[in-house]
């Protein structure tokens, strides 16, 4: 039998020290990554945005929103889906951003302690992993 997908969107944000923000949305157990389902008609990107105003009253420009790839793990939420996850880098400050009614929790947390936490599997088999080799956008650009 063949899994049913669920296409999302979502963003690995992180603060200028390099501390990941996870959320937990509401009547849920697992942190993740802000974001949500792309609807019919919309890019990637526009669900991005679209998402992370109702959950973060964050607006992101076209600048902003880095793509960073399409990756694939369980669904936390959903047993028997296969989640497919439109991925973007966004940096900035914790005070850009402002959990709403959406949301039961949001934490700024260091890559590395995140692995104490009950992590969505996309969050645990992608997104950390990629958030421990980047190098804060405002360093990508030096040489070593």
């Given amino acids: 039998m063949m899994q049913r997908r669920i296409i999302i969107a979502a963003a690995l944000i992180r603060d200028g020290d390099g501390r990941l923000l996870l959320v937990r949305k509401r009547g849920t157990f697992a942190f993740m990554q802000a974001g949500g389902k792309i609807e019919p008609g ?46 973007f880098r966004i940096e900035g400050e914790a005070a850009d951003f402002t959990p709403r009614a959406e949301l039961d929790e949001a934490i700024w947390i260091w890559p590395d302690a995140a692995e104490e936490l009950h992590l969505a599997p996309f969050t645990r088999e992608h997104v950390l992993p990629i958030a421990r080799l980047m190098p804060p956008r405002g360093n990508a650009n030096l040489d070593p």
């Fill in 42 to 87: 919309e890019t990637p990107l526009e669900a991005l945005v679209r998402e992370l105003e109702e959950e973060l009253a964050y607006r992101p420009t076209r600048t902003e929103a880095e793509f960073l790839g399409v990756f694939s793990a369980e669904a936390a939420n959903e047993p028997g889906h296969l989640l497919e996850a439109h991925l």
